[in-house]
């Protein structure tokens, strides 16, 4: 039973493309100058929330014209007004950009025309050498832009790539596009640039012409007028696109014989009225571009597939391309496949935890690829092991269920009320699926999917009604669709196959979900909905998750364990929150935690130890993420003690240490989460009341924490705190 690829997410290896710059981009032949580091900012904090994170898009701005930054601002006046509109409606588009500024110091129009320029004749005003000096800082920024792009090459291979620039930007930007054109697959990752007042515009350019008016399509702008025409823009594909903004009369980019006057008023006009419009219409268009590519949303997602079971998911993108292919996959779990339509299926055949890294692209049009991971964990055993509140019971290959520790209710099943130190078989014989013990109640279900409980049922916990307690399993009803089972502490849930919920025991706080707070001795419907996934029942509240990846829950909220502001026991189903996703959930005493499809995981409820894992004591009404920014693939409540599993196979736990529960051979309280020690990976874990038990990847069991009545299972009644092994 071996642990495939669990230290760490497959690196996706880039080719780092050559900074050589093509000869025909420098066209004057000027030497670089010193070295500038470009001007950046990261918007869309939810996916990218430094630099060093690679956002879904980069935009490289140039400025031109004179303009500069000013008040805080990443580009001058011109280009800013396309930035901000490109990224508001990115960002809009859930997608994350990163805005670059090459740097270059360049002179203000005016500076093209003579010493004394003919008021009434605006191009016969601009010589030679004026336009010459006016281009000086062209070839060396565009010497950074390429190496930007570069740059982009190595570090976020899967980024795509917008463009702009204003006057001598444009044409930086201008000559950066048909130097890129020049490599293989040199475009590959552009989606296309705004080229604004562009003074190397060829006559009958291949960009889109816009401005207020356009110019005509039979000029060109004024480099190629007075220093002869550069190569034109690359040609428009399936996934890129060059648009020119040029105003007719522009000084810059349509120069005529106008007054001088009006032709300076021309190239500044693109940033307000019309002028700002096209390039707002321009920015459009480039995100719509970007839009064929697909963006695997989410880039993480984490599933658990039972071993030698038929397992299947389907992977999800967020895209607008036609046709999306699933590609490359590595590190899959023996016995499974990914198919080209994104379904991961097949029957686990080991024990493990697989980071399996896959590429998504778009097929129609063609677009480069987008990287996505699913971290798949395959349990060891046929069930996880289960710690109550000083019980601890698992089901072991083959279908034995076992209990150890606290019996004074029969709730080990073995037909006795004595204290175990060591595992003892529940009767029943190796018929056994999965089983969840609470403080002195214990329930299971069989492989034939029928309901058994024991133990404690004063509260008619055991679902057969109130009655005493009983030290060998009763069946619950006459049933047999049982998918699952979570025995609380003084009530019980299960679901059944046709997507049903169930509760019975005490309904003190509302905890049955049935909409009374009436004691109920046999299984009571949770309203009618047929969609339920999975259900946890805590100390005097429930919650579940529905199938769509909604969250739920019921009963006590004294200290905000039911996600919701209220106080007040809610009777019914209440939803926690609405823009998440759970994969998970669990119930404590007196607060909750879940994990996300993504490998997030979340706590709310009462925080007086530090159990929620977000480094404070607060009180919470409302979801807030652990600390630590892992990908968690499963998460338990306890006491005031909480543990999870994240994706290398390393347990966590945080909270309340007193007895040693967190792990970490202290018996301190922890507020964030500290690393369990062990020499193996897990598979899974589950928090007690003040213990925990783990499942590892050898296919042992291992507890610790409070053991004065055997509950670690190791044969003594004195306290671990670093996991044992249970034989």
């Not at 409606?89 to 004394?116: F, H, I, Y």
């Not at 879940?594 to 007086?608: F, I, K, P």
Request: proline share 5%.
């Amino acid at each position: 039973m071996r642990r495939r690829g669990g230290q760490a997410l497959l690196l996706i290896a880039a080719t780092l493309v050559s900074v050589a710059v093509v000869a025909a981009f420098l066209h004057t032949g000027s030497q670089p100058g010193p070295r500038e580091e470009p001007d950046r900012a990261v918007l869309g904090a939810s996916t990218a929330a430094t630099v060093d994170e690679c956002a879904d898009l980069l935009l490289l701005g140039v400025d031109g014209a004179g303009e500069a930054p000013s008040g805080g601002t990443t580009y001058g006046r011109t280009v800013g007004v396309f930035a901000r509109a490109f990224t508001r409606q990115a960002l809009g588009a859930d997608r994350t950009v990163e805005q670059v500024r090459v740097s270059m110091a360049s002179r203000p129009t005016a500076r093209l025309l003579r010493d004394r320029p003919d008021d009434r004749r605006a191009l016969r005003s601009v010589s030679a050498t004026k336009a010459r000096a006016w281009m000086k800082p062209v070839p060396a920024a565009g010497q950074r832009l390429l190496a930007l792009v570069d740059r982009h090459a190595f570090a976020c291979p899967d980024q795509q790539l917008v463009l702009v620039g204003h006057a001598q930007g444009a044409a930086v930007v201008h000559r950066a596009l048909t130097a890129l054109a020049g490599r293989p697959d040199g475009l590959r990752d552009v989606v296309g640039a705004a080229l604004v007042a562009d003074p190397d515009r060829r006559v009958r350019t291949r960009a889109t012409s816009l401005g207020a008016p356009a110019a005509a399509a039979s000029r060109s702008g004024i480099a190629a007028r007075r220093l002869g025409a550069v190569p034109d823009v690359p040609a428009r594909t399936a996934t890129y696109a060059a648009w020119s903004v040029c105003t007719a009369g522009d000084l810059v980019c349509d120069p005529q014989d106008v007054r001088v006057t009006k032709a300076l008023q021309k190239n500044r006009s693109y940033a307000y009225g019309p002028g700002a419009a096209a390039l707002r219409k321009v920015a459009a268009g480039l995100l719509a571009k970007a839009r064929l590519r697909p963006v695997a949303r989410p880039e993480v997602q984490v599933a658990t597939a039972p071993v030698r079971q038929p397992f299947a998911l389907q992977l999800a993108v967020s895209t607008s391309a036609s046709g999306v292919v699933w590609q490359d996959a590595r590190n899959l779990p023996p016995g499974l496949t990914l198919d080209a339509t994104g379904l991961l299926s097949g029957t686990p055949t080991e024990f493990g935890t697989w980071n399996v890294s896959y590429v998504v692209r778009g097929t129609d049009p063609v677009t480069a690829g987008a990287t996505g991971v699913v971290v798949v964990t395959v349990p060891a055993g046929p069930a996880s092991v289960s710690a109550g509140g000083q019980v601890s019971c698992q089901v072991r290959e083959g279908g034995s269920a076992w209990c150890w520790g606290r019996n004074n209710f029969g709730q080990l099943g073995d037909g006795t009320t004595t204290t175990r130190t060591r595992p003892v078989a529940v009767a029943g014989g190796d018929t056994w699926r999965s089983i969840s013990t609470s403080g002195a109640t214990t329930c299971a279900i069989r492989t034939d999917a029928t309901l058994w409980c024991w133990g404690l049922g004063h509260h008619g916990q055991l679902g057969t009604g109130k009655g005493p307690a009983r030290s060998t399993p009763a069946q619950v009803g006459s049933s047999a669709a049982w998918t699952s089972v979570s025995a609380g502490w003084f009530h019980t849930c299960g679901t059944r196959s046709n997507g049903s919920l169930w509760c019975w025991g005490s309904n003190l706080r509302g905890q049955l979900g049935d909409g009374t707070f009436t004691t109920r001795g046999r299984p009571k419907r949770v309203g009618t909905a047929n969609d339920w996934a999975s259900v946890a029942a805590g100390g005097w509240f429930t919650c579940a998750t529905r199938t769509g990846g909604t969250a739920w829950c019921w009963g006590q909220n004294t200290f905000g364990q039911l996600g919701s502001p209220e106080s007040d026991p809610q009777p019914t189903p209440t939803q926690v929150g609405t823009g998440t996703t759970w994969a998970s959930l669990d119930a404590g005493w007196a607060h909750t935690c879940g994990t996300t499809v993504e490998g997030a995981a979340l706590c709310w409820g009462r925080n007086d130890r530090g159990q929620l894992g977000d480094a404070t004591r607060s009180l919470r009404r409302s979801p807030e993420p652990v600390t630590g920014g892992r990908i968690w693939t499963s998460i338990s409540a306890g006491d005031a003690t909480t543990c999870a599993v994240d994706n290398t196979g390393s347990a966590w736990c945080w909270g309340s240490g007193r007895y040693g529960q967190i792990g970490d051979g202290s018996r301190s309280n922890r507020t964030v989460p500290t690393l369990v020690v062990a020499e193996r990976a897990w598979l899974s874990l589950d928090a007690g009341w003040f213990h925990a038990c783990g499942g590892l990847d050898t296919g042992a069991t291992a507890c610790w924490g409070n053991n004065e009545l055997g509950q670690v299972g190791d044969g003594s009644t004195n306290d671990r705190p670093l996991p044992e092994g249970i034989s």
